[in-house]
């Protein structure tokens, strides 16, 4: 009968009985449920990711408005891009492409 005694739960003393209910909400909170402390941990980190991934984009968006103020604004740049990369030309002008051996 004594090991009948010490495996029934309502024969435990209370500190028992709370000191596992504490223990087992414990392991539930921190790892088990849906928003468990290690699934927080690694939302954190993906949310700093996401940041510094955001920072670096708008930056890259300043950079390139510039660009495109400064191409506006300057003709003879815009007219040299579209003549060396697109191989552009004027109206009566003849192009000689020069084909480097390497």
Same mark, same amino acid.
């Given at each position: 009968?004594?090991?009948?005694?010490?495996? *029934?739960?309502? @024969?435990?003393?209370?500190?028992?009985?709370?000191?596992?209910?504490?223990?087992?909400?414990?392991?539930?909170?921190?790892?088990?449920?849906?928003?468990?402390?290690?699934?927080?941990?690694?939302?954190?980190?993906?949310?700093?990711?996401?940041?510094?991934?955001?920072?670096?984009?708008?930056?890259?968006?300043?950079?390139? @408005?510039?660009?495109?103020?400064?191409?506006?604004? *300057?003709?003879?740049?815009?007219?040299?891009?579209? @003549?060396?990369?697109?191989?552009?030309?004027?109206?009566?002008?003849?192009?000689? @492409?020069?084909?480097?051996?390497?």
């Amino acid at each position: 009968m004594i090991i009948k005694e010490h495996l *029934n739960p309502l @024969r435990w003393r209370r500190s028992v009985l709370i000191a596992t209910l504490v223990g087992f909400f414990a392991v539930w909170f921190l790892f088990i449920d849906t928003y468990s402390l290690t699934t927080r941990v690694q939302l954190e980190l993906r949310k700093g990711e996401l940041t510094d991934k955001t920072e670096e984009l708008h930056k890259q968006t300043e950079d390139l @408005r510039e660009k495109i103020e400064h191409l506006e604004s *300057n003709p003879d740049l815009l007219e040299k891009i579209a @003549r060396e990369e697109y191989g552009m030309r004027k109206p009566g002008e003849t192009v000689y @492409r020069i084909k480097s051996e390497e």
